[in-house]
């Protein structure tokens, strides 16, 4: 890619009056366009992103207080500006929306046998927590009518799915055997293969994976078959790549750059849009195999990377003292700063779910003060539910709420269900804790209906429970008893659940309970009756109930159970991917989060970037602003694990490395005790005694560097693995080097990979100075800034941490599932060429004689040997070597440590 040469390749644009408007020739070349993103010097938490520029104003476009101004009422707060370059080659963009390339159906794309199906393509992520599970890749495949022939599905676990119906109504549903391994926007190719008759009869879905459309593709897991002869229904469904209309997937931002069907396993192409061939704008147009192509939603043909998505929160007029040069130095930030600003916490997990889930006609939460005397109703047009005998903010452990109150000797609650139109069924629900059964008959719950059962009402015995029904006379309409031994109604936080559900002239009424740990038990009874609907909350409690906890009283127009799911343990041990999709979908903020995952405890009423922060801070991942959207990213952990490189740096070439490069070698990072504590559980502590970093005193060690952190986390069982891999990562015996500088005016070479390079992604510099310890120099990028001027200056500083720590242990890899000596020395002294070693084992098995296991390397003073061979039954034993892998050349000493270079470390 050419260097640009014009001010053309920076697009500046800014959304005026919801449009996004192009103001690049309004830039000031004076003022170079600076982004930083990410974590400066490996700080804890990432920082709003910042973008600054100069507009000229000598028109008033950038003055949004000026009536005369030409954008006056269309710009101001919180304005979203973005800027791009110029990207490499086109791409299909699908935005988080329902988009498509589509195609009608033609006879040539009506393939019933074997099929052969390929995507080049890069989501905003692979694996996910989106709420249906998964998304659509492409696929000829309607729902409505039952047209249904084939589609191609990604699934939250990162595993292929291809479906297929034989008659246009059931389904099959295979998926690969293991995960994709692409991490979050890393380009990748899939490919399904579907033998409808592989001679033994039965099917075979085989999948796979490459770089790109041009391959190589190798196979994903296993083939995966079926029994019986099959075949893909002939539907009418038009061919869609993106969205598919009716499916249900939830949206997902994501790119394409090349598609192709083919009729037969490697057979004929009958479809193949390649989007890297089109210009940026294209719409409608052929592709090679003859099939006519168009755009809906917001689907488009792009050829732009964006570098930045940022709000302006200040426009500062500025002009020299003539009048005469108006001009506006923006500040921008990234959504972290809006979000940032507000301090109110969110309310607690059932307070949310219930009226977003439920849509309930009547609700009290019952979260309120110690001094209150009515609990309210967040529900319009619902009267405050009165009390009596009520000490609110008595009963903090129920993880999904604020406190709830406690019930006295003389308790009662009564509240009016406003009218609605009656569906047939409706539930009455809420969350109680009653800790013994009482030793009679205590009335729990009560309430009043239009229905056959005019008065309804639960009440708790020293066995059992009873739910009751009463016409208008007092008669009994139903007594529906259920035994309590063993199921937890007593001594736990429960969910009660009362419903009805009309069928033909019968209502079947039940009752039920859940053990917010997930277990339940029910009853129910059916009855000749209307269901009417509930109109008002009438419960007198039982002296025998003082003490009883209670709270989130709701009711509901259906007889929908899974309202309270999830949120009334504060959805306890929830991915940590999980809860930020889930936190920002319901504050509506977009986001995209790998999947990661790490357990949680229950979500404690906190601001939303703090819930945010708690869980990227269990999952030791990184939380981030999106560069393409105006939003969140969460990378996860595991993504870090054995990532490949994803740009090389050459030191030795101009640009490649600009001055300065400067490691560090400090106590910045350094922990060597340290102590991880469950919110609420018990705790776990890993401390380093033997390392040249251990707690021991110098020279044997470097002291004690402790800390402690508190997380949330799902169970006690977490702390030790997580304390022990955060003592990994702080006794990382490497120097730091906190940035790396590329200009690119001086390596345009270097500039896609650049483009495509983000935060959390590995690099490496080659032929690093002789000054400096031999390369590469492996890293982390964990943020950068970036100055793009006119009309061709563009540097990129890019603030970094040693990636070596990530480089972790794979089960039967030849290279990264050795186990380290527990301590080996050399036994005799070596001249920097011997290729003979005599090696002592001081602790631990000695090494291996197996042939199999060579070649390896060793580390020795800091010369990396390959060992081809190893002869001794017993200490010490000889390594026949190869010297100076690394371009180490020296002697050594005899009692010099010997090492793997590579040893396995296992990962949390």
Same mark, same amino acid.
């Given at each position: 890619?050419?260097?640009?040469?014009?001010?053309?390749?920076?697009?500046?644009?800014?959304?005026?009056?919801?449009?996004?408007?192009?103001?690049?020739?309004? /830039?000031?070349?004076?003022?170079?366009?600076?982004?930083?993103?990410?974590?400066?010097?490996?700080?804890a938490?990432?920082?709003?992103?910042?973008?600054?520029?100069?507009?000229?104003?000598? !028109?008033?476009?950038?003055?949004?207080?000026?009536?005369?101004?030409?954008?006056?009422?269309?710009?101001?707060?919180?304005?979203?500006?973005?800027?791009?370059?110029?990207?490499?080659?086109?791409?299909?963009?699908?935005?988080?929306?329902?988009?498509?390339?589509?195609?009608?159906?033609?006879?040539?794309?009506?393939?019933?046998?074997?099929?052969?199906?390929?995507?080049?393509?890069?989501?905003?992520?692979w694996?996910?927590?989106?709420?249906?599970?998964?998304?659509?890749?492409?696929?000829?495949?309607?729902?409505?009518?039952?047209?249904?022939?084939?589609?191609?599905i990604?699934?939250?676990?990162?595993?292929?799915?291809?479906?297929?119906?034989?008659?246009?109504?059931?389904?099959?549903?295979?998926?690969?055997?293991?995960?994709?391994?692409?991490? %979050?926007?890393?380009?990748?190719?899939?490919?399904?293969?579907?033998?409808?008759?592989?001679?033994?009869?039965?099917?075979?879905?085989?999948?796979?994976?490459?770089?790109?459309?041009?391959?190589?593709?190798?196979?994903?897991?296993?083939?995966?078959t079926?029994?019986?002869?099959?075949?893909?229904?002939?539907?009418?469904?038009?061919?869609?790549?993106?969205?598919?209309?009716?499916?249900?997937?939830?949206?997902?931002?994501?790119?394409?750059?090349?598609?192709?069907i083919?009729?037969?396993?490697?057979?004929?192409?009958?479809a193949? *849009?390649?989007?890297?061939?089109l210009?940026?704008?294209?719409?409608?147009?052929?592709?090679?195999?003859?099939?006519?192509?168009?755009?809906?939603?917001?689907?488009?043909?792009?050829?732009?990377?964006?570098?930045?998505?940022?709000?302006?929160?200040?426009?500062?007029?500025?002009w020299?003292e003539?009048?005469?040069d108006?001009?506006?130095?923006?500040?921008?930030?990234?959504?972290?700063?809006?979000?940032?600003?507000?301090?109110?916490?969110?309310?607690?997990?059932?307070?949310?779910?219930?009226?977003?889930?439920?849509?309930?006609?009547?609700?009290?939460?019952m979260?309120?003060?110690?001094?209150?005397?009515?609990?309210?109703?967040?529900?319009? !047009?619902?009267?405050?539910?009165?009390?009596?005998?009520?000490?609110y903010?008595?009963?903090?452990?129920?993880?999904?709420?604020?406190?709830?109150?406690? /019930?006295?000797?003389?308790?009662?609650?009564?509240?009016?269900v406003?009218?609605?139109?009656?569906?047939?069924?409706?539930?009455?629900?809420?969350?109680?804790?009653?800790?013994?059964? *009482?030793?009679?008959?205590t009335?729990?719950?009560?309430?009043?209906?239009?229905?056959?059962?005019?008065?309804?009402?639960?009440?708790?015995?020293?066995? !059992?429970?009873?739910?009751?029904?009463?016409?208008?006379?007092?008669?009994?309409?139903?007594?529906?008893?259920?035994?309590?031994?063993?199921?937890?109604?007593?001594?736990?936080?429960?969910?009660?659940?009362?419903?009805?559900?009309?069928?033909?002239?019968n209502?079947?009424?039940?009752?039920?309970?859940?053990?917010?740990?997930?277990?339940?038990? %029910?009853?129910?009874?059916i009855?000749?009756?209307?269901?009417?609907?509930?109109?008002?909350?009438?419960?007198?409690? %039982?002296?025998?109930a003082?003490?009883?906890?209670?709270?989130?009283?709701?009711v509901?127009?259906?007889?929908?159970?899974?309202v309270?799911?999830?949120?009334?343990? !504060?959805?306890?041990?929830?991915?940590?991917?999980?809860?930020?999709?889930?936190?920002c979908?319901?504050?509506?903020?977009?986001?995209?989060?790998e999947?990661?995952?790490?357990?949680?405890?229950?979500?404690?009423?906190?601001?939303?970037?703090?819930?945010?922060?708690?869980?990227?801070?269990?999952?030791l991942?990184?939380?981030?602003?999106?560069?393409?959207?105006?939003?969140?990213?969460?990378?996860?952990?595991?993504?870090?694990?054995?990532?490949?490189?994803?740009?090389?740096?050459?030191?030795?070439?101009?640009?490649?490395?600009?001055?300065?490069?400067?490691?560090?070698?400090?106590?910045?990072?350094?922990?060597?005790?340290?102590?991880?504590?469950?919110?609420?559980?018990?705790?776990?502590?890993?401390?380093?005694?033997?390392?040249? /970093?251990?707690?021991?005193?110098?020279?044997?060690?470097?002291?004690?560097?402790?800390?402690?952190?508190?997380?949330?986390?799902?169970?006690?069982?977490?702390?030790?693995?997580?304390?022990?891999?955060?003592?990994?990562?702080?006794?990382?015996?490497e120097?730091?080097?906190?940035?790396?500088?590329?200009? /690119?005016?001086?390596?345009?070479?270097?500039?896609?990979?650049?483009?495509?390079?983000?935060?959390?992604d590995?690099?490496?510099?080659?032929?690093?100075?002789?000054?400096?310890?031999p390369?590469?120099?492996?890293?982390?990028?964990?943020?950068?800034?970036?100055?793009?001027?006119?009309?061709?200056?563009?540097?990129?500083?890019?603030?970094?941490?040693?990636?070596?720590?990530?480089?972790?242990?794979?089960?039967?890899d030849?290279?990264?599932?050795?186990?380290?000596?527990?301590?080996?020395?050399?036994?005799?002294?070596?001249?920097?060429?011997?290729?003979?070693?005599?090696?002592?084992?001081?602790?631990?098995?000695?090494?291996?004689?197996?042939?199999?296991?060579?070649?390896?390397?060793?580390?020795?003073?800091?010369?990396?040997?390959?060992?081809?061979?190893?002869?001794?039954?017993?200490?010490?034993?000889?390594?026949?070597?190869?010297?100076?892998?690394?371009g180490?050349?020296?002697?050594?000493?005899?009692?010099?440590?010997?090492?793997?270079a590579?040893?396995?470390?296992?990962?949390?």
């Open positions: 890619m050419a260097f640009p040469q014009t001010p053309i390749d920076l697009l500046a644009e800014m959304q005026i009056g919801g449009v996004w408007t192009d103001i690049t020739a309004d /830039l000031y070349a004076r003022a170079p366009l600076s982004i930083e993103r990410g974590r400066p010097d490996e700080s938490r990432v920082d709003p992103a910042r973008v600054s520029f100069q507009l000229n104003n000598r !028109g008033n476009a950038y003055s949004p207080r000026t009536p005369s101004s030409p954008n006056y009422g269309l710009i101001g707060r919180n304005t979203p500006v973005r800027f791009s370059l110029p990207a490499t080659e086109a791409y299909m963009a699908i935005p988080a929306a329902a988009a498509a390339a589509s195609t009608p159906d033609v006879a040539a794309l009506d393939i019933t046998g074997d099929i052969d199906v390929r995507a080049d393509l890069r989501p905003d992520v694996a996910n927590d989106l709420p249906t599970g998964g998304w659509e890749v492409m696929g000829k495949y309607q729902v409505p009518s039952n047209q249904r022939s084939w589609a191609l990604v699934r939250a676990s990162g595993t292929v799915q291809f479906r297929w119906s034989p008659d246009g109504t059931t389904v099959l549903t295979p998926e690969s055997t293991v995960a994709l391994p692409f991490r %979050g926007r890393q380009r990748g190719a899939i490919r399904a293969t579907l033998d409808v008759n592989n001679g033994a009869g039965g099917w075979t879905v085989v999948f796979y994976t490459a770089a790109t459309m041009a391959g190589t593709w190798v196979q994903l897991g296993d083939p995966v079926g029994t019986g002869v099959t075949s893909i229904f002939n539907s009418t469904a038009p061919l869609q790549v993106g969205d598919i209309s009716n499916l249900g997937f939830t949206a997902l931002a994501r790119r394409y750059y090349a598609v192709e083919r009729n037969g396993i490697g057979g004929s192409v009958v193949n *849009p390649t989007f890297t061939a210009t940026a704008g294209t719409t409608p147009w052929s592709d090679s195999a003859g099939r006519s192509w168009t755009l809906t939603g917001q689907a488009a043909i792009s050829q732009r990377e964006y570098r930045a998505y940022a709000e302006v929160s200040a426009w500062p007029s500025r020299d003539s009048g005469r108006l001009y506006v130095p923006v500040e921008a930030a990234g959504i972290m700063r809006r979000l940032g600003q507000g301090a109110k916490p969110l309310a607690s997990t059932l307070r949310r779910r219930i009226p977003r889930v439920g849509s309930p006609v009547a609700y009290w939460p979260e309120e003060g110690r001094s209150a005397t009515q609990a309210y109703s967040p529900v319009a !047009g619902v009267a405050p539910l009165a009390t009596v005998g009520f000490d903010a008595a009963d903090n452990t129920l993880s999904g709420s604020d406190p709830l109150p406690r /019930l006295s000797a003389a308790s009662s609650m009564s509240g009016v406003p009218t609605y139109t009656a569906t047939g069924s409706w539930l009455v629900a809420c969350v109680f804790y009653w800790k013994e059964a *009482p030793a009679s008959d009335v729990l719950l009560e309430f009043t209906t239009s229905g056959s059962a005019a008065r309804v009402r639960l009440t708790g015995q020293s066995d !059992g429970i009873t739910l009751d029904g009463f016409t208008a006379n007092g008669s009994s309409l139903f007594s529906l008893g259920l035994l309590t031994a063993g199921t937890d109604f007593y001594g736990a936080w429960n969910r009660l659940e009362i419903n009805a559900v009309t069928s033909g002239g209502v079947e009424y039940r009752v039920g309970w859940s053990n917010v740990s997930g277990d339940g038990w %029910g009853n129910s009874s009855v000749a009756a209307t269901a009417g609907i509930p109109t008002s909350i009438a419960t007198v409690f %039982g002296a025998l003082e003490g009883v906890s209670i709270g989130h009283l709701g509901f127009p259906s007889s929908n159970t899974d309270y799911d999830g949120a009334d343990d !504060g959805y306890l041990r929830e991915r940590a991917s999980a809860r930020i999709t889930r936190l979908s319901e504050e509506n903020v977009p986001a995209a989060a999947r990661a995952e790490t357990a949680l405890g229950p979500q404690t009423s906190d601001t939303l970037l703090a819930l945010l922060g708690k869980a990227e801070a269990a999952d991942g990184v939380l981030s602003e999106d560069r393409e959207a105006l939003g969140l990213r969460y990378r996860a952990r595991t993504s870090y694990y054995n990532q490949p490189v994803a740009l090389t740096l050459d030191y030795s070439v101009a640009g490649h490395v600009a001055p300065p490069l400067e490691p560090v070698d400090d106590d910045q990072r350094l922990r060597n005790d340290r102590t991880v504590q469950r919110d609420g559980g018990s705790s776990a502590r890993a401390v380093d005694t033997t390392s040249p /970093l251990s707690t021991q005193a110098p020279p044997a060690g470097v002291g004690v560097y402790d800390d402690s952190r508190t997380l949330s986390l799902g169970s006690d069982s977490q702390p030790a693995d997580i304390a022990g891999w955060l003592l990994h990562l702080g006794t990382w015996d120097a730091r080097y906190p940035t790396v500088h590329v200009n /690119l005016a001086a390596a345009p070479s270097l500039i896609p990979a650049i483009l495509a390079l983000d935060i959390g590995r690099i490496q510099i080659i032929n690093p100075p002789s000054w400096l310890p390369g590469p120099i492996d890293l982390i990028v964990e943020g950068y800034t970036e100055t793009i001027g006119h009309p061709n200056s563009w540097d990129v500083i890019l603030n970094c941490s040693p990636a070596g720590p990530w480089t972790v242990a794979v089960t039967n030849s290279t990264l599932a050795r186990a380290d000596t527990a301590g080996s020395q050399l036994n005799s002294g070596i001249s920097s060429s011997a290729t003979s070693l005599s090696v002592a084992t001081t602790s631990g098995p000695i090494w291996t004689t197996a042939g199999a296991e060579f070649p390896f390397d060793i580390r020795v003073g800091g010369e990396v040997m390959t060992v081809s061979a190893i002869s001794g039954a017993s200490s010490p034993q000889t390594f026949t070597v190869t010297r100076s892998i690394n180490i050349v020296k002697s050594h000493l005899a009692g010099d440590d010997v090492r793997l590579q040893p396995a470390y296992v990962s949390y």
